[in-house]
């Protein structure tokens, strides 16, 4: 049940040794790929990594915690073309990247989102800079984020509950 699914998914930043199959990583690309964006203009790309020093590199990308990206056997950058939606970019690419981490968990995988916006890396230079430069990315693309994915090797702890209450308001807040 999607509920199940739901209640499933949890970040993950620690993954056993085992490799992404190559049915698993197509599979979650397919899922990126169906997600919906503002008129259908399908401004996201991707780019797969699966090398190991490239991963190691990306764990540095900054000074808050990337540094899983270092450990796991796959990363997906979401990249999203500004000009072709420039609106709604930052919109299309975080759906884009939800339905990745989704159909991971569905896949008995786990993920974790790095958030690049904003970030700096350890010399003080943007993040995002350090990723274009190391992933020769152009710069009509916004770098919205790169999911770890690997096979699961952490329980994390329970979150605290969420307080309905305070949350969800119905017909006027
Ligand atoms: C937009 C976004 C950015 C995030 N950035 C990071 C990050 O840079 N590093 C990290 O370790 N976790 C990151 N996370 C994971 C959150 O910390 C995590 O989703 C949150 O603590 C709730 O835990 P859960 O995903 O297990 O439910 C990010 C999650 C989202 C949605």
Redesign the pocket.
């Known amino acids: 049940m999607f509920q199940d699914l739901i209640k499933k ?3 993950i ?1 620690s993954y056993t040794g085992e490799k992404v199959s190559k049915e698993d990583l197509e599979c979650l690309l397919e899922a990126g790929l169906s997600a919906p964006s503002a008129k259908n203009r399908k401004p996201v790309e991707y780019i797969v990594i699966e090398d190991e020093k490239m991963l190691d590199h990306l764990g540095k990308f900054k000074k ?3 540094a ?1 990206i270092g450990k796991a056997p796959l990363a997906i950058a979401i990249l999203v073309d500004k000009e072709a939606a420039q609106v709604t970019y930052v919109q299309d690419a ?1 759906i884009a990247a939800t339905f990745i981490q989704l159909q991971a968990t569905d896949l008995g995988l786990g993920s ?4 690049v916006l904003g970030s700096t890396d350890p010399e003080g230079r943007s993040g995002e800079v350090y990723i274009r430069e190391a992933l020769g990315v152009p710069e009509k693309y916004s770098i919205q ?1 790169i999911i770890a994915i690997g096979h699961i090797d952490q329980f ?1 702890k329970d ?1 605290p509950p969420f307080d309905r209450k305070a949350k969800i308001h119905y017909e006027k807040y």
Request: hydrophobic fraction near 40%; proline fraction near 6%.
């Open positions: 998914r949890r970040s930043r808050g915690t990337a899983f975080s974790c989102w790095a958030n984020a994390p979150l």
